[in-house]
C-alpha cells in the first residue's frame, strides 16, 4: 500500500579511537506515482433494426491519484477519435456517437480504446464494448381468392361452367419489419383458364404463354398490394391455379410465398349404349359365312369414343373396330366362318366394347349342324367379252370351289366351237380352281354371240355363261411419227423427211392428205393400205418465210379416222456471204486484164499480177474487216469497200486463193478459188 511520497532514512554509527560513540542520519523522499484509466460504452438501445439510430456515449474516466496526460480516444468500429490534453485524477470525459445500423454485421459489436500517459510517459489502456442485436424480421404473404363476375364472393374454390369470366383477387402483404424490393408476382394459369386482355388493376402483367407476371418496385412494412384480374373458363376439370411472389429485403434475402385458388368445371360425361345386347347365327353348316349388324351409340353428353375387340378366330371381320358418338347410332358389322369348327357343337365368343362412357360386352354364338356333302360354288357367274371384230382371240377366268366338306368332283363341258376350257374338270376340298375360257371369234357372224359353259358336280351343277358381239370389221388409220421439226433454216433453203401411214385394223384403208401451206408440199396426196406402211414425203422450201418459227399441220382424211401430222421449221436471219468475183473462172488475165473466157478452162488462168475483188452480203452490218490468203498463208486485210487486193509475186502453177469476212458476233464467212498463175514478179 504505497503511499503517494514514501521517505527513506539513513543511520551511520561508530565509535572513535578512544571509545567515543559518533552518529549520523539522513533522508531521502520518492513520489509513488499511482494512475489508471477506465473506459466504458453504452447506447440508447441494445437491439435495433437495419436504418435504426443508435446513440453511444463513450466515458473516459481517471481512476487513478496522479494526472493522465496526452489522452486518446478511439472509436475502432466507427473510425471515430478524441484527444484530450491532460485528465486530472477521479475526473471523466464524456463523448457521444451516433451511427444506423445496416445489414451486417449481426449483431453489431462496437468496440471503444482509451491510453493516457502520466508524467513519466508510462500507458495506460482501457477497452471497452457495446453489443446491439440488428433485427432482420422480413416475410411477404400472398393470399388468392375467386369469383364469380355477378354476386361477388370471393373464395378458394368455385364452381364454374365453360364460357364463363370468373375475376380472381391476389392479396400481397409485406408482414415483416422491413421494406422490400423488386416484388415479382408470379400466376400461373392452368390451360383451362385464359387470361382476359386488359382486365388487371392496378396494372397489366406480362404474359407469357399461361404464365402472367407482375412487378414491383418496392413495398414498404405493413403495406399491401391488391391484385384483380379476369379469365374465361375454356374446358373442363378441375384447375388449380397458383400464384408465387418474390422479393428481396433491404439485406438482400430473398422472401417469398404461395397460394392457390381452385376452379371445378363439370365435365359432360357420356354412356355407352348399345343393340342388340347379343345375336345367336342359330345352326350353320361347317365352312359357312354369315353377317350381322348392331349398334353402338352415345346415350348421355359429351363424345363417346369406343373400341372392340374379340379372341376367337371363327369371327373374321369386326368392323368398324373403333369409333366415336355424340348421339348418332354407329353400325357394327360382325361376320363370321365356321371353317374348323366341329359338327354338333354350339361356339359363342364375346366382342369386349370398351369406351370412355362404360364397358360392355356383346355375345355372338354359332351351333354347327351335322356333316354335309359337298357344295358347288364359282365366281362370278358370266362373262361379256364385250364387242370385238371377227379373227381376234382373248380369254377370261372363273373360280370353282367346294363350300361345305368332303371333296367336290365336276366338269366342264360347252358345245361352242369358239369356246375352249381349260381345265375342262378338276376336284376341290375347299381351294379355289382357276379355270380359263378362251374364245376365237374367227368365222362368228355380225351381231351378239353367247355360249353356256355347263358345271356337272357331286355337289350340284351350274352353268358359266359368255357373251360377245361382232362387229363390222372396219380400218383405222395408224400413222407415225405424228410431228417432225426441221430445226432452224435459212430463208432460201430446202428439206425434207417423211412418216409412215398403214391400216391398223381391218379391210382397206383409203386416205387423203390435205395441207394449207405454200412451202409444204407432199408425196403422194393420198393412197390405200390393208396394212402395209405407206411412205409420205413431205418436203419444205424456206423462199418468202420471215424470220421466226412457222408450223405446218398436214391433215390426214380416211375411212378409218383422221388425224394431223405437223410440221415445224424455225427461220434464222440470213447467213452472211462472201464472194470472189475476180478472177473469174474460165477466163485468161494477162497483165491483170481479163483477155477471153474459155469453157475449156476449168481454173481461172493468169499471166503476171491479178486484183482479187470480193463482194459481200452482210445483213447483220457488223462487218469487221475481210481478210486475203493466198495457200492458206495471211496476205492482206481491209475493213473499208471496195474489198479488193493486187497480188503481185513470184508464183508459178496453181495456187488457191482464199478471202473470210469476219463478224462483230464472232461469226464468219469465207469463199475460196483455184487458179493457174505464172507470176515473174521479185518477191
Not at 386482355?197 to 406480362?206: A, I, K, L, R, V
Not at 377370261?396 to 375342262?424: M, Q, R
Not at 357372224?445 to 358359266?464: A, D, L, Q, R
Request: aromatic share 10%.
Amino acid at each position: 500500500n504505497p503511499t503517494t511520497v514514501t521517505t527513506n532514512i539513513g543511520y551511520v554509527t561508530a565509535q572513535d579511537p578512544l571509545g567515543k560513540t559518533v552518529y549520523d542520519e539522513d533522508t531521502a523522499n520518492v513520489t509513488v506515482i499511482n494512475a489508471g484509466i477506465n473506459v466504458t460504452k453504452t447506447a440508447n438501445i441494445t437491439q435495433g433494426h437495419t436504418g435504426d439510430k443508435v446513440n453511444y456515449t463513450i466515458t473516459v474516466t481517471n481512476t487513478g491519484n496522479n494526472t493522465l496526460y496526452n489522452i486518446t480516444t478511439d472509436d475502432i468500429i466507427l473510425g471515430e477519435s478524441f484527444y484530450l490534453t491532460q485528465l486530472n485524477p477521479g475526473t471523466s470525459k464524456t463523448y457521444y456517437i451516433e451511427y444506423t445500423l445496416t445489414c451486417a454485421p449481426d449483431p453489431f459489436i462496437n468496440t471503444v480504446q482509451a491510453e493516457g500517459y502520466d508524467e513519466l510517459g508510462a500507458r495506460y489502456l482501457d477497452i471497452g464494448t457495446f453489443t446491439v442485436d440488428i433485427i432482420k424480421n422480413s416475410s411477404i404473404t400472398v393470399e388468392k381468392y375467386v369469383s364469380h363476375l355477378l354476386n361477388e364472393s370471393y373464395q378458394k374454390t368455385i364452381n364454374s361452367t365453360i364460357g364463363e369470366s370468373i375475376k380472381f383477387r391476389l392479396y400481397v402483404n409485406n408482414t415483416g419489419e422491413m421494406s422490400l424490393n423488386n416484388i415479382t408476382i408470379e400466376d400461373q394459369l392452368p390451360d383451362g383458364l385464359i387470361y382476359t386482355n386488359g382486365s388487371s388493376t392496378p396494372n397489366e402483367p406480362e404474359i407469357n404463354n399461361n404464365t402472367i407476371t407482375w412487378n414491383f418496385t418496392t413495398l414498404n412494412s405493413e403495406e399491401g398490394i391488391v391484385i384483380e384480374y379476369i379469365t374465361e373458363v375454356v374446358d373442363c376439370g378441375n384447375w388449380t391455379n397458383n400464384v408465387n411472389v418474390f422479393a428481396y429485403n433491404q439485406c438482400g434475402n430473398t422472401v417469398s410465398d404461395s397460394d392457390k385458388a381452385n376452379v371445378t368445371i363439370d365435365c359432360e360425361k357420356p354412356c355407352l349404349f348399345f343393340n342388340p345386347h347379343s345375336f345367336d347365327f342359330g345352326t350353320m353348316n361347317e365352312c359357312a359365312h354369315n353377317s350381322t349388324t348392331f349398334e353402338i351409340w352415345n346415350g348421355c353428353t359429351g363424345l363417346l369414343e369406343y373400341n372392340l375387340s374379340w379372341e376367337c378366330g371363327w369371327i373374321i371381320n369386326v368392323s368398324p373396330v373403333t369409333g366415336n358418338s355424340t348421339g348418332e347410332h354407329d353400325n357394327i358389322s360382325v361376320e363370321i366362318h365356321t371353317g374348323g369348327l366341329l359338327p354338333n357343337h354350339m361356339y359363342s365368343c364375346n366382342i369386349t366394347i370398351r369406351s370412355n362412357g362404360g364397358n360392355a360386352t356383346f355375345p355372338v354364338s354359332v351351333t354347327i349342324g351335322g356333316p354335309v356333302e359337298p357344295s358347288l360354288r364359282f365366281n362370278p357367274s358370266s362373262h361379256d367379252f364385250g364387242n370385238m371384230y371377227p379373227d381376234k382371240k382373248t380369254s377370261t377366268t372363273f373360280e370353282i370351289w367346294n363350300e361345305y366338306n368332303n371333296t367336290l368332283t365336276y366338269s366342264l363341258s360347252e358345245n361352242c366351237g369358239w369356246v375352249d376350257i381349260s381345265p375342262s374338270s378338276g376336284n376341290s376340298t375347299g381351294e379355289h380352281d382357276t379355270i380359263t375360257v378362251n374364245i376365237d371369234t374367227t368365222g362368228l357372224s355380225i351381231g351378239k354371240h353367247s355360249c353356256n359353259i355347263s358345271i356337272t358336280s357331286n355337289g350340284g351343277n351350274g352353268v358359266f355363261t359368255v357373251t360377245v358381239t361382232i362387229l363390222e370389221p372396219k380400218p383405222c388409220v395408224r400413222f407415225s411419227p405424228h410431228e417432225y421439226h426441221f430445226g432452224p433454216l435459212y430463208q432460201n433453203e430446202t428439206g425434207s423427211t417423211s412418216f409412215e401411214i398403214w391400216n391398223g385394223c381391218q379391210k382397206t384403208l383409203e386416205y387423203s392428205l390435205v395441207e394449207s401451206c405454200e412451202w409444204v408440199s407432199i408425196s403422194p396426196m393420198q393412197g390405200e393400205s390393208t396394212g402395209e406402211h405407206d411412205t409420205i414425203t413431205v418436203e419444205i422450201d424456206t423462199s418468202g418465210l420471215t424470220v421466226g418459227v412457222h408450223t405446218c399441220d398436214v391433215n390426214i382424211i380416211s375411212n378409218g379416222g383422221n388425224g394431223t401430222f405437223t410440221v415445224t421449221v424455225n427461220i434464222i436471219e440470213e447467213k452472211p456471204v462472201i464472194k470472189i468475183v475476180r478472177p473469174e473462172p474460165n477466163t485468161f488475165y494477162f497483165k491483170d486484164v481479163d483477155l477471153f473466157s474459155n469453157q475449156m478452162f476449168t481454173n481461172p488462168i493468169v499471166i503476171g499480177p491479178i486484183t482479187i475483188k470480193v463482194n459481200v452480203t452482210d445483213p447483220k452490218s457488223n462487218l469487221e474487216r475481210i481478210d486475203f490468203f493466198i495457200d492458206n498463208k495471211p496476205k492482206y486485210n481491209t475493213t473499208e469497200p471496195p474489198y479488193k487486193w493486187t497480188w503481185n509475186e513470184r508464183a508459178f502453177f496453181k495456187h488457191t486463193i482464199k478471202v473470210v469476212a469476219s463478224y462483230g458476233d464472232g461469226t464468219s464467212a469465207e469463199d475460196s478459188l483455184s487458179v493457174f498463175i505464172i507470176n515473174l514478179a521479185r518477191s
